[in-house]
């Protein structure tokens, strides 16, 4: 390979040159100015649209309804849009309609253009950069509508102002003509967009309307009092019938509703959200908190409606109040007694359900995402609205306040004595002849990015796993039936679970945590980030793989593993560790002809193809029924076999389906269960 190279290089040097000489002249003749590149306008978006929505693919095209709906959202908070209404139309296109001010259409003197032209086709063009139009917005660097401008194959744009309507068009971000009047005499403001994805840049066109509702509503929270309307236009390929679908978002209790809303599963220790709202330099902050009988804390930030997901300074305030303030007055009633240590963070937070709602001028985020706030102003703010409304509320309400103190002095005895199982697990695997897990079958690849490990249901699959498996990069770790359910245990009872210990120990969780724990060395400063100290370094595996019967059991001890490692271990989920095997349901026999099949509709869809009498079809109760060639070929072979990774889209959401399926309240279980029953026969599979 290397001599060929060489060989097609000598082919473009010029005759005349010596070799040594006229490999730089080439190179020097290959870059000089007329290669460097002005990109104008909207180009640079075109060229890289990654930089500015995060991909091409779905998460990018959802991202282009966002960025236009989070302009509506602005003129909320700046108390100029009451309603909002989004529609997915059956032709692809999505149309975003407020009541707001609507975007000015008087010339911009730097750009000889009007206001609406330049805010669509100049980037970091917009109202949010001085204090005039916005004191608080969502978007910072003026480049949200100009983007979804430049991703469109077009964008047409009517705005309700001054009495008129004005209307310009757009196609993949070129003005269309000048901006016109096409209405005189009207009542009422508002700015209409409607827009179609480009697909010479996007990679998929198909909007999934659960992914925008959640946030729809996500945002009709966090904007208390507005009106949210959602319609999803759809048309059957088969009839051309159009079916609508159509959600309406209005919370009058705000981030109240919200918390009730995250909590719906679980069993809270007050009835009530405690509500705690005030304003500090220009910071205005609003927190609603609910604990409940639940292990797991569940704190959402947001700032200016964006969800800060790596929390930042206010989540940090926060924190720093709930833990002194509970401190302070568990001393004071003498529940926490002299000499006794303080609570820690973890304690008071243990089954904490929390928003945190901020709006501040001017947000300084850590990096493009938007997901860590920055701003020192915002600690010191939350913290001290944090303080006073919460002891004000243990002051008035000192039976709730005991209840609040009782479960944190709870989750201390359990932490000391997770403390002690830890240090168990960590000695056993230290001091035991061998550090793994006895059945642990490892592979003989070192290096972790090449290696990977199948978390298997039961001996028997272990078997044919073990069997069937390169042994030079795939290692296999049998399960003993289900294991513990860590929703409804205490990190001290985690630990003494013996399968979960031998998954600890082989992955390399317990040697993560313990290496970020002492690296924190359990400073409360740097609190926030808690969660994610995980060092990576000491996993042995890049990639686990749950692989579980293709049946109800199988499905159920596939979600206790998720729950363990999104509860317990979320890093491996976060940075993509955690990926689900696709083994098959049916073994299809033609003749001499196998093929595989992984659930009852495409078993139906591939005998009405065939459309074949005799044909034997035989179902795997198990992986253990497989033979070891059968389960590499079908669920272990890198070249055939269909991986899932794990990832999480929205960790509102994914928090509460975790508490709805693993949580102790079985009537909303069965509500969902019974819901989602209903969508799958609604779609036939």
């Known amino acids: 390979m290397l001599e060929q190279k060489e060989k097609n290089l000598e082919t473009l040097l010029p005759a005349d040159l010596p070799a040594e000489e006229s490999t730089s002249a080439i190179v020097t003749a290959q870059y000089n100015a007329a290669d460097i590149q002005v990109l104008e306008g909207l180009e640079p978006v075109r ?78 063009a917009g109202g949010k950069f001085g204090e005039g139009g916005y004191k608080v917005s969502g978007g910072l660097h003026g480049v949200g509508i100009s983007v979804v401008n430049a991703l469109s194959e077009f964008c047409e744009v009517h705005v309700k102002r001054n009495g008129n309507v004005y209307f310009q068009r757009f196609e993949r971000g070129i003005a269309q003509g000048e901006i016109a009047i096409i209405q005189e005499g009207i009542e009422g403001t508002g700015t209409t967009v409607r827009f179609l994805p480009d697909g010479q840049i996007m990679e998929t066109l198909e909007f999934k309307p659960e992914i925008l509702s959640k946030r729809f509503q996500e945002l009709a929270f966090l904007n208390k009092g507005i009106t949210i309307s959602f319609t999803a236009i759809k048309k059957d390929p088969e009839t051309g019938e159009e079916q609508t679908q159509r959600e309406v978002y209005h919370h009058t209790g705000g981030v109240i509703d919200f918390v009730m809303h995250l909590n719906e599963s679980k069993e ?108 020192t102003e915002a600690r010191s703010a939350v913290e001290q609205v944090m303080a006073e409304g919460l002891l004000d509320y243990m002051d008035r309400n000192p039976n709730e306040a005991k209840l609040l103190v009782t479960k944190a002095l709870d989750a201390c005895r359990a932490r000391l004595a997770a403390k002690k199982a830890r240090e168990l697990v960590r000695r056993k695997s230290v001091l035991e002849s061998t550090t793994l897990p006895g059945k642990l079958a490892d592979c003989s690849e070192k290096d972790p990015a090449n290696s990977e490990l199948f978390l298997v249901e039961g001996d028997s699959a272990g078997g044919s796993a073990k069997q069937g498996r390169d042994r030079h990069f795939q290692a296999i770790l049998p399960l003993r039936g289900k294991i513990l359910n860590i929703e409804k245990a205490r990190e001290d009872k985690i630990y003494g679970n013996n399968e979960i210990q031998a998954i600890l120990v082989a992955t390399g969780i317990a040697a993560a945590k313990d290496a970020a724990e002492n690296a924190r060395n359990g400073s409360e400063e740097d609190d926030e980030s808690r969660e994610m100290a995980f060092d990576v370094s000491k996993l042995r ?40 095997a696709q083994p098959p349901l049916f073994k299809v026999e033609v003749g001499q002809k196998v ?16 459309k074949r009498k005799n044909v034997s079809v035989s179902r795997f109760k198990g992986l253990g029924e497989m033979m070891p060639d059968q389960l590499w070929d079908t669920a272990m072979d890198p070249a055939k076999r269909t991986l899932l990774q794990v990832k999480v889209d929205d960790a509102v959401e994914a928090d509460r389906i975790f508490t709805i399926l693993m949580g102790s309240k079985v009537e909303t279980r069965r509500e969902f269960i019974e819901k989602y029953a209903r969508e799958v026969k609604n779609l036939d599979i």
């Open 47 to 124: 060229k890289r649209p990654g930089m500015y929505i995060g991909s091409t693919g779905e998460t990018g095209l959802h991202h282009l309804v966002y960025e236009v709906v989070d302009n509506s959202i602005d003129e909320a908070m700046a108390g100029h849009c009451t309603d909002i209404a989004i529609t997915l139309q059956a032709d692809g296109c999505v149309m975003v309609e407020d009541n707001g001010r609507g975007i000015p259409v008087d010339i911009v003197q730097k750009t000889g253009k009007s206001a609406l032209e330049t805010v669509m086709t100049v980037l970091h």
């Open 268 to 375: 809270a220790l007050y009835p009530q959200p405690l509500y705690i709202h005030g304003e500090k330099d220009k910071v205005i902050v609003e927190v609603a908190i609910q604990h409940s009988t639940a292990y797991t804390e569940n704190v959402q930030s947001f700032v200016n409606s964006i969800n800060t997901i790596q929390g930042g300074t206010h989540v940090t305030g926060f924190r720093s109040a709930l833990t002194r303030i509970i401190n302070e007055y568990a001393r004071r009633v003498n529940l926490l007694k002299e000499g006794e240590e303080n609570l820690t963070g973890d304690d008071t937070r243990e089954g904490l359900t929390a928003i945190i709602n901020i709006k501040i001028p001017d947000p300084q985020f850590e990096g493009q995402t938007k997901a860590k706030l920055g701003n």
């Open 541 to 580: 595996y890049h990639k686990i793989i749950i692989m579980t019967d293709a049946d109800v059991d199988g499905a159920h001890i596939r979600t206790l593993l998720l729950t363990f490692f999104y509860r317990f271990a979320r890093p491996l989920v976060d940075q993509g560790f955690v990926y689900v």
């Open 595 to 610: 093929k595989y099949v992984y659930n009852e509709r495409e078993l139906n869809d591939y005998l009405a193809e065939i």
